[in-house]
């Protein structure tokens, strides 16, 4: 499988890795706080220096003495990086000098033969230069300074890591298609992710709020690029009191923002919550193509009829998404996983088509010609022509005499032959109506001013 290369951020915690994971790949993907063990997994990013593009990684903080519930996952997770990176960062603590785990790290990478970089990070002043010769017992060769947080001494650090990295192999045409997986707490989301793999890439524990942040994971099935992104789970928002898992159901959401398509896991086993629908709702809101997962299938008794209810139940409560495919699965078994991957290409594919004007407009006369547009203070509704102005969701632009006079009803009337007659069957659709130019406006002489024009061009004819 064709591979950018990658650079893993390792260290222990608070020294800084997210800060300057958010640094290198120029956004916020990362979530940062003061508390030790924010990041638990694996979290992948982009970067492009110097024209070379590869994947950061971001990691949780590693002890060897940590006693955390969660700790040795974590380190399993830090390992797992170590082995998969081109080059390491070794990140310090500038403020707090040389620790114990510091030395754990070093001795931990005594034996990888790849490049490594040693970074003390919060180096803001000059006063702190000092304290940098100290981590030089740690028999070190070489050691960058920097200030992830201001982005000082960076640039000279990434000119360091890019003249070492091979080149990508990556094919530039390639986009990846990318799918968040969205749903409450426990649903199984993490465990979908370690299914499609194949191995532990998340932490899966049956704890509420083991998934913190929002983690992108690439994967190729049958050739093809896709950009898992596995969140944390959404809860009313008068269960979320902590800090942490506030910050977290915000990184879910903005996940709904940058994906294409949404897979909105419901634990089959509860049946479908109030919940469920208000997560279908947030991202039919961001334009998301949105494919209903009923996970845990192994732990209800299935039946034809079964099914069925679970699809009436969506279609009255979540009307909205009543185009959305729905299929079962079991994360834990394994079961239909790799079939979700067809109704990915499915929808992806409705998702990013486009309408010919010339066909767009047939269709569009056609439903205007079945159902006439009502009036609106007194004068009929016309529609002049329309023309598609985007994908990811397949957008559309109407021009009318009288915008504010169409009806909701009519306007998704509109919707539904549009979905028909171009087989969008499983993706929502943008209309918007928009008042025609002022000069194709303009009123039209009345037949007696027209007459008298055409007297006066016959005069003027005549004399000449």
Known sequence: ????????????????????????????????????????????????????????????????????????????????????????????????????????????????????????????????????????????????????????????????????????????????????????????????INSILGEDRVIVSDIPGTTRDSIDTPVEINGKAYLMIDTAGIRRKARVDLKLEKFAVIKALGSLARCDIALIMIDAADGITEQDIRIAGYAFERGCACIFLLNKWDLVERSDQTIRHYREVLDDQAKFLSFAPMMTVSAKTGRHVRKIFEFIDTVFDQYSRRIGTGPLNRILIEATEKNEPPMYRGRRLKFFYATQTGTHPPTFVSFVNFPEGVHFSYQRYLINRIREATDLDKVPIRLFLRKRGEAENRPQPSNSVGKQRKKQQQRRREKR
């Open 1 to 192: 499988m064709p591979m950018k290369p990658v650079v893993a951020i390792v260290g222990r915690p608070n020294a800084g890795k997210s800060t300057l994971f958010n640094r290198m790949t120029r956004t916020k993907d990362a979530l940062v706080d003061n508390m030790p063990g924010v990041t638990r997994d694996r979290h992948y990013g982009s970067v492009t220096w110097n024209d070379k593009e590869f994947s950061v990684i971001d990691t949780g903080g590693f002890y060897f003495s940590d006693t955390d519930e969660f700790s040795s996952k974590t380190h399993e997770q830090v390992r797992y990086a170590i082995t998969d990176a081109d080059a390491l960062i070794v990140l310090f603590d500038g403020t707090q000098g040389i620790s114990p785990f510091d030395r754990d790290m070093v001795e931990l990478l005594r034996g990888v033969t790849r490049p490594i970089f040693y970074v003390v990070n919060k180096m803001e002043t000059d006063r702190r230069e000092n304290e940098l010769y100290d981590f030089y017992s740690l028999g070190i060769d070489s050691i960058f300074s920097i200030s992830a947080e201001h982005g000082h001494g960076v640039g000279d650090l990434l000119d360091h890591v890019t003249a070492v990295l091979p080149d990508s192999d990556m094919d530039p045409g390639n986009e990846p298609v990318r799918v968040a997986i969205v749903g409450r707490p426990n649903v199984g989301k993490s465990s979908l």
